[in-house]
C-alpha cells in the first residue's frame, strides 16, 4: 500500500509539473493565478499523501488545513489586487 | 476497504489529470477556469474520500478526529474553491479580457 | 408613520426580550465554535478544555449577530431543507463533471466548444439564496457565474451549448424550494 501512495505522490508532483507550464509560459496574468490555484490545490493532497507515508497524519492534516486557508487567501488578494489594472492585458489579444 | 481506497485515489488521478490536461489545452483564459476551478474540486473529494477509507483500518480516538479534519477540508474546499473562481473571472471582467469565440471559417 | 408606530410600545420591553433574542444564536455560535476547537486541538487536557470555553466564549459574545443576523426558527427548517439538497447537488456535480473529462480529453477540443455568456433573471431575494445559488453554478462543471447582484440577474459564463440550456431550470425550483421563497 505504501508503494501504492508513492506512486499516487509522484503522478501528482507529474501533475503539478503540467500545471506550471501554464503557471509560467500563461499569456496573461490571470492565466498564472489559475495556474498557481490548481499547484495549491494538488498541494493539499500531496501533503496529507505524505502524512500517511510517514505515518503522521494527524501532524501533515494540519499542515494541509492551513494550505488550503492560504491557498483561498492567495488567490482572493491577487486577484483583488489585478482588478484596477485596466488595459494591462490588451496587447495579448491583438494576434 | 484497501480496494475502495485504491479505486477512489485513482478516480480522484482521474480528475486531477483531466484538470491539468484541461488547463493546458484551453484556448483562452475564461475556459480554463472550468477544468481547474472543477475538476479539481472533485479530484480533493475522490482523494480524501479515498484516504478516510483507508484510515478507517484500525479504528480509535486520533483517526476519529483525523477523518474529521478531513472532511473539514472537504468542506472548506467546496466553499471555498466556487469564491475563488468567481473572484478570478471578476478580476477579468473588469479587466476588459474578451471570451473566446468560434471563429467563422469559410 | 409606521416606524414610529412600531417603535412605542416595543421601546419598553426591549432589554428583555433583546436578550432572549440574542439567546440562541449566541448558544449556536458558542456550540459551532466550541465543536470547532475540539475537532481542531485533538487533545482532552483540563487546560485546553478551559481555554477553548473561555475563548469561544469570547468570541460567541462579542460576535453573536455575525453569523445569524436575524435569527428565527425557520433557519433550522431551512437547514434540514439544505442537507436534503446535498446530495443532488453531488450528483449533478458528478455527472457534469464527466461530461467536462470527456471534452477535455477530446481530440478535437476546439470544434466541440462553444463558450458564450447568457444572462437570466430569477426571483431570489435573499443574499444567502443569491449566494448558494451562484455557488452551485460555478459548482456545475461548464457553467461559471460571472456576476450576480442582489437584483437576482446572473451573468453565467457556459462552455459549450449543452451545458448552457439545462442552466435555469431545475437547479432555480430546487433552491427556491430550499430557502422557501416565493416564484
Given at each position: 500500500?505504501?508503494?501504492?501512495?508513492?506512486?499516487?505522490?509522484?503522478?501528482?508532483?507529474?501533475?503539478?509539473?503540467?500545471?506550471?507550464?501554464?503557471?509560467?509560459?500563461?499569456?496573461?496574468?490571470?492565466?498564472?493565478?489559475?495556474?498557481?490555484?490548481?499547484?495549491?490545490?494538488?498541494?493539499?493532497?500531496?501533503?496529507?499523501?505524505?502524512?500517511?507515508?510517514?505515518?503522521?497524519?494527524?501532524?501533515?492534516?494540519?499542515?494541509?488545513?492551513a494550505y488550503a486557508f492560504l491557498n483561498f487567501?492567495?488567490?482572493?488578494?491577487?486577484?483583488?489586487?489585478?482588478h484596477k489594472r485596466k488595459g494591462l492585458y490588451?496587447?495579448?489579444?491583438?494576434? | 476497504?484497501?480496494?475502495?481506497?485504491?479505486?477512489?485515489?485513482?478516480?480522484?488521478?482521474?480528475?486531477?489529470?483531466?484538470?491539468?490536461?484541461?488547463?493546458?489545452?484551453?484556448?483562452?483564459?475564461?475556459?480554463?477556469?472550468?477544468?481547474?476551478?472543477?475538476?479539481?474540486?472533485?479530484?480533493?473529494?475522490?482523494?480524501?474520500?479515498?484516504?478516510?477509507?483507508?484510515?478507517?483500518?484500525?479504528?480509535?480516538?486520533?483517526?476519529?478526529?483525523?477523518?474529521?479534519?478531513?472532511?473539514?477540508?472537504?468542506?472548506?474546499?467546496?466553499?471555498?474553491?466556487?469564491?475563488?473562481?468567481?473572484?478570478?473571472?471578476?478580476?477579468?471582467?473588469?479587466?476588459?479580457?474578451?471570451?473566446?469565440?468560434?471563429?467563422?471559417?469559410? | 408613520?409606521?416606524?414610529?408606530?412600531?417603535?412605542?410600545?416595543?421601546?419598553?420591553?426591549?432589554?428583555?426580550?433583546?436578550?432572549?433574542?440574542?439567546?440562541?444564536?449566541?448558544?449556536?455560535?458558542?456550540?459551532?465554535?466550541?465543536?470547532?476547537?475540539?475537532?481542531?486541538?485533538?487533545?482532552?487536557?483540563?487546560?485546553?478544555?478551559?481555554?477553548?470555553?473561555?475563548?469561544?466564549?469570547?468570541?460567541?459574545?462579542?460576535?453573536?449577530?455575525?453569523?445569524?443576523?436575524?435569527?428565527?426558527?425557520?433557519?433550522?427548517?431551512?437547514?434540514?431543507?439544505?442537507?436534503?439538497?446535498?446530495?443532488?447537488?453531488?450528483?449533478?456535480?458528478?455527472?457534469?463533471?464527466?461530461?467536462?473529462?470527456?471534452?477535455?480529453?477530446?481530440?478535437?477540443?476546439?470544434?466541440?466548444?462553444?463558450?458564450?455568456?447568457?444572462?437570466?433573471?430569477?426571483?431570489?431575494?435573499?443574499?444567502?439564496?443569491?449566494?448558494?445559488?451562484?455557488?452551485?453554478?460555478?459548482?456545475?462543471?461548464?457553467?461559471?457565474?460571472?456576476?450576480?447582484?442582489?437584483?437576482?440577474?446572473?451573468?453565467?459564463?457556459?462552455?459549450?451549448?449543452?451545458?448552457?440550456?439545462?442552466?435555469?431550470?431545475?437547479?432555480?425550483?430546487?433552491?427556491?424550494?430550499?430557502?422557501?421563497?416565493?416564484?
Amino acid at each position: 500500500m505504501s508503494t501504492f501512495f508513492l506512486c499516487t505522490a509522484l503522478f501528482l508532483c507529474f501533475l503539478m509539473l503540467a500545471s506550471l507550464y501554464r503557471a509560467i509560459f500563461g499569456p496573461t496574468v490571470l492565466d498564472r493565478l489559475v495556474g498557481v490555484n490548481a499547484i495549491g490545490s494538488k498541494t493539499v493532497i500531496l501533503l496529507l499523501l505524505i502524512g500517511f507515508l510517514y505515518g503522521r497524519v494527524e501532524m501533515f492534516i494540519d499542515i494541509a488545513l492551513a494550505y488550503a486557508f492560504l491557498n483561498f487567501i492567495t488567490v482572493l488578494a491577487a486577484s483583488r489586487y489585478f482588478h484596477k489594472r485596466k488595459g494591462l492585458y490588451e496587447e495579448s489579444f491583438l494576434e | 476497504m484497501d480496494i475502495l481506497a485504491i479505486f477512489f485515489l485513482v478516480t480522484g488521478l482521474i480528475f486531477f489529470t483531466g484538470g491539468a490536461i484541461g488547463i493546458i489545452r484551453m484556448p483562452d483564459f475564461y475556459s480554463r477556469l472550468h477544468p481547474a476551478g472543477k475538476l479539481d474540486t472533485l479530484g480533493i473529494f475522490a482523494m480524501v474520500l479515498g484516504l478516510i477509507f483507508y484510515s478507517l483500518h484500525h479504528f480509535s480516538m486520533d483517526t476519529l478526529i483525523s477523518i474529521l479534519k478531513m472532511l473539514l477540508i472537504v468542506f472548506f474546499v467546496f466553499l471555498s474553491s466556487p469564491t475563488a473562481t468567481h473572484s478570478i473571472v471578476d478580476a477579468g471582467m473588469r479587466a476588459g479580457l474578451r471570451h473566446w469565440t468560434k471563429k467563422k471559417r469559410r | 408613520m409606521t416606524i414610529s408606530k412600531d417603535n412605542g410600545p416595543e421601546g419598553k420591553k426591549s432589554l428583555l426580550s433583546n436578550f432572549f433574542k440574542s439567546c440562541i444564536p449566541f448558544s449556536l455560535t458558542f456550540i459551532l465554535m466550541f465543536g470547532l476547537w475540539i475537532v481542531l486541538s485533538g487533545k482532552f487536557d483540563p487546560l485546553l478544555i478551559s481555554l477553548g470555553l473561555i475563548s469561544s466564549f469570547l468570541i460567541s459574545f462579542f460576535f453573536y449577530d455575525l453569523l445569524f443576523p436575524d435569527f428565527t426558527f425557520n433557519y433550522f427548517a431551512i437547514c434540514i431543507r439544505f442537507i436534503q439538497y446535498i446530495p443532488w447537488l453531488l450528483w449533478e456535480i458528478i455527472k457534469a463533471n464527466f461530461h467536462l473529462l470527456f471534452i477535455v480529453f477530446h481530440p478535437r477540443l476546439k470544434d466541440l466548444i462553444d463558450p458564450h455568456i447568457i444572462v437570466f433573471k430569477t426571483n431570489l431575494k435573499t443574499d444567502i439564496s443569491i449566494t448558494t445559488m451562484a455557488n452551485s453554478i460555478t459548482l456545475t462543471p461548464g457553467t461559471i457565474t460571472v456576476s450576480a447582484n442582489s437584483d437576482g440577474i446572473f451573468r453565467v459564463h457556459a462552455i459549450d451549448k449543452a451545458s448552457a440550456e439545462a442552466l435555469p431550470g431545475k437547479m432555480l425550483d430546487k433552491v427556491t424550494k430550499v430557502f422557501g421563497e416565493e416564484k
